[in-house]
């Protein structure tokens, strides 16, 4: 196992990879910028780097900064949590070629999957079912239309580079597609500096369900169950649940192996997902691989006991797994719902700011990776996720309950959170009667206002509050200590 | 007393009476409650109304406060209340020609320090009173010649606290 480690990235997924390594006994490197010197990854890792200005293109996404602060460090092997560098093959092959070790696939991998193309075409190739469609890039407007009449409309024209959302048309008829083609292609051109493009089919009702997988360098590959994804904003997850409510265990069976099938056929080692879409039918396909730990992992690892983030040193390390296919179990149900800051009023818009007080849920299986604490700055320079609230129960109905009740208990003051929102969407019927496709959002909870089903109470509060004198019993900022004037100790007094 | 508290953008009439030390009785839409209040920390009271607990998390002050009760959140002011900088519009041709404190205050925060420029309307200071925090604005374009007080200064009304060269060209105004 590796002396220490660097882990190049912040927030909360900074600290689960920093939590997992104490307890390993792995010393840890954090990085950080200008934004993050009192963030907790830096205040609980061994040591930590400055990266400089808050920018991520200076900071977090900058490869000399931590290939240097790999350097400084002597650490032996980067973590680069989700996000920022964690699927820049670039990133991934000069770690490699510096003589340390990448926690992921080897970057050859994480190239080779991150061009949709390409993994479409690994993927057929090692018998993993693929949407119909295209396996080369097609600028050719005609041979485009030809092949969209061939696999049946709607289609989706999408970048080979593509994520994020970006570069991707929903293509209705054949006389759209011209016009979509050259949009997508654009779109894709100037964010991913590639305007390859191509066309496959689209399913306006699935499901977006993907499989945890697990490959060690000796030839071993396991996965560990699913989970579903489908409640998503802007294209973003935020609801994710395992096990999934459409699953059967043949299904998983199948899709098991498929998601394994995909692991060798791309000569995956590490922890990876294997993102399916599911149709009404109950027919997948593969859509593409996240060479990365995700921002979902933990649902995994309460239901299946299997400390991931762990695994991921040992893989590296050069051990074997240690664990097979059929000891993998799943028990209970698990629900993650991801907390930014952002308001779902405003269509999710970001509301970083300073958190004035922040009180975590807590309890029998619920489990808080966050990255936050009072008096924290949630910086506006990065995704303004503030944790992750995860439970486990013994079933789904017990599981989102407790999920519930935690999201109620969970105190944020500073900064506006979805978690009304989510309680709405846990409460709902169609969530509880298990009706989750992707547009599950739009199509239950488009013009959602909170309930305010404590309206009365939140008056009375105010006034209370006011009547109180809380506000006033603030203590004064250290070491300036200073007469109270008349103005201070007044009052309130109303007439 | 009544409050006219604001909610969502609608304005709710609150009638209070105080019934002894820590006990109210609240009328809001005609119904009557009596409340118990007590607090329990720095944002956190806890409120018995018609004998049922409620757990709160506040924080704020009279011109706003965020409340949280049970994973909602709330927003609500007091329509009333002296100088809401979250609901009064601050008219930038009607501000003072001096950077003052209107009241007896305490620095918050200095924007700007000696050499600055600045533009009509921007924000130099914030000082606190009566715990209200009011933005002192620059009443023309400038350049900063000197500034008079520091974070945790108390300060008076008519006490200039930072000294601004006027533009000679500064678009033709005259405050």
């Known amino acids: ?495 | 007393m009544e409050y006219n508290l604001i909610l969502d953008g609608e304005t709710a009439p609150v009638e209070v009476e105080t019934e002894g030390e820590g006990k109210i009785s609240v009328t809001i839409d005609g119904v009557k409650s009596d409340v118990a209040y007590s607090v329990i920390g720095e944002h956190r009271i806890r409120l018995v109304i018609e004998g049922k607990a409620v757990d709160v998390f506040v924080t704020g002050d009279s011109s706003g406060k965020s409340i949280l009760i049970g994973g909602e959140s709330f927003l609500v002011a007091d329509k009333d209340a002296a100088g809401q900088p979250s609901f009064r519009k601050v008219a930038v041709g009607s501000l003072p020609d001096v950077v003052t404190a209107p009241i007896p205050s305490v620095v918050v925060s200095v924007a700007v320090s000696e050499g600055d420029r600045v533009d009509k309307g921007q924000a130099v200071m914030v000082v606190s009173a009566m715990k209200m925090e009011t933005t002192l604005r620059a009443p023309y374009s400038g350049t900063v010649i000197r500034v008079n007080a520091g974070e945790g200064d108390k300060v008076m009304p008519g006490h200039v606290l930072v000294d601004i060269e006027r533009d000679e060209d500064g678009e033709g105004e005259h405050v």
């Open chain 1, 1 to 495: 196992m590796f002396k220490k480690i660097l882990v190049a990235n912040r927030g909360e997924i900074a600290r689960r990879v920093i939590h997992a390594c104490r307890e390993m006994g792995v010393e840890t490197a954090a990085v950080y910028s200008e934004a993050d010197e009192k963030a907790l990854h830096v205040l609980e890792a061994s040591e930590a780097v400055s990266l400089g200005p808050s920018e991520p293109s200076q900071s977090y996404l900058n490869i000399d900064k931590i290939v240097e602060a790999v350097k400084k460090t002597g650490a032996e092997a980067v973590h680069p949590g989700y996000g920022f560098l964690a699927e820049n093959a670039r990133f991934a092959k000069r770690i490699e070629e510096e003589g340390v070790v990448f926690i992921g696939p080897p970057s050859a991998v994480i190239r080779d999957l991150g061009d949709k193309i390409v993994a479409r075409r690994i993927m057929k190739d090692g018998g993993v079912p693929i949407t119909p469609g295209m396996i080369e890039p097609g600028p050719d407007p005609a041979r485009v239309a030809a092949e969209a009449d061939k696999i049946g409309y709607p289609v989706l024209i999408k970048a080979a580079a593509g994520g994020g959302g970006k570069g991707i048309r929903i293509v209705n008829s054949g006389g759209e597609i011209a016009d979509a083609l050259a949009g997508a292609s654009s779109e894709a051109k100037s964010a991913f500096g590639d305007g390859s493009v191509y066309v496959e089919k689209f399913f306006p009702k699935a499901r977006h369900i993907e499989f945890q997988i697990l490959a060690d360098s000796h030839g071993n590959a396991i996965h560990l169950w699913e989970r579903e994804c489908s409640i998503q904003r802007r294209h973003q997850k935020i609801i994710e649940e395992s096990p999934a409510n459409v699953m059967t265990p043949e299904l998983r069976e199948k899709m098991g192996q498929a998601a394994v099938a995909a692991a060798r056929a791309s000569g995956y080692v590490n922890a990876g997902t294997v993102e399916f879409l599911v149709d009404e039918k109950g027919d997948f396909y593969f859509l593409e691989v996240n060479t990365r730990l995700q921002v979902e992992h933990p649902v995994t690892e309460m239901i299946t006991g299997i400390d991931i983030v762990r695994k991921q040193l040992e893989i590296a390390s050069g051990e074997k797994l240690g664990i097979r296919q059929e000891d993998v179990m799943g028990r209970g149900h698990a629900i993650e719902c991801r907390l930014y800051a952002e308001d779902p009023r405003s269509d999710f818009m970001p509301s970083p700011g300073k958190i004035k007080y922040y009180k975590e849920p807590a309890g029998p299986g619920v489990r808080v990776d966050g990255g936050v604490y009072s008096g924290f700055e949630v910086p506006v320079d990065y995704d303004p996720i503030v944790s992750k609230l995860i439970v486990h129960g013994e079933d789904r109905d017990k599981a989102i309950a407790r999920m519930i009740k935690a999201l109620g208990d969970y105190v944020v003051l500073g900064v506006t959170t979805p978690i009304p929102f989510m309680i709405d969407v846990l409460n709902s019927e169609a969530f509880r009667g298990g009706d989750i496709f992707t547009d599950f959002i739009p199509r239950h909870f488009a013009d959602w206002k909170p309930a305010n089903r404590n309206k009365r109470e939140a008056l009375i509060a105010f006034v209370a509050d006011e009547l109180s004198g809380r506000a006033s019993k603030k203590p004064i900022a250290a070491g300036k200590s200073r007469v109270p004037s008349p103005f201070d100790t007044l009052g309130n007094w109303r007439l």
